[in-house]
């Protein structure tokens, strides 16, 4: 469930500076403060996605050290695990 937490935030973060900004706009008869809220809310929102993941991959990466186990990567068409085996 923390995930659906973690996507609203981010939902939140791209709309509502955007939505505020429309509403500004028919408040001061502008037309621009809009458009720059949603570019805004996307920038914000997409640092965001990207801060997540890094702070998961460093939280698996920590796992991985701290357990002082070793992990079986997935082999992907292409990949070289250099075994040779099949």
């Given at each position: 469930?923390?995930w659906?937490?973690?996507?609203?935030?981010?939902?939140?973060?791209?709309?509502?500076?955007?939505?505020?900004?429309?509403?500004?706009?028919?408040r001061w008869?502008t037309e621009?403060?809009g458009?720059?809220g949603?570019a805004?809310?996307?920038?914000?929102?997409?640092w965001?996605?990207?801060?997540?993941?890094?702070?998961?991959n460093?939280?698996?990466s920590?796992?991985?050290?701290?357990?002082?186990g070793?992990?079986?990567?997935?082999?992907?068409?292409?990949?070289?695990?250099?075994a040779?085996?099949?």
């Amino acid at each position: 469930m923390e995930w659906v937490s973690q996507i609203t935030t981010v939902v939140a973060e791209m709309v509502l500076p955007g939505l505020a900004g429309q509403w500004l706009d028919q408040r001061w008869g502008t037309e621009f403060i809009g458009l720059l809220g949603f570019a805004l809310g996307l920038t914000v929102g997409i640092w965001h996605l990207l801060a997540m993941t890094r702070a998961r991959n460093a939280g698996s990466s920590k796992e991985r050290i701290e357990s002082g186990g070793t992990t079986k990567q997935r082999e992907t068409p292409g990949s070289s695990t250099g075994a040779g085996t099949e």
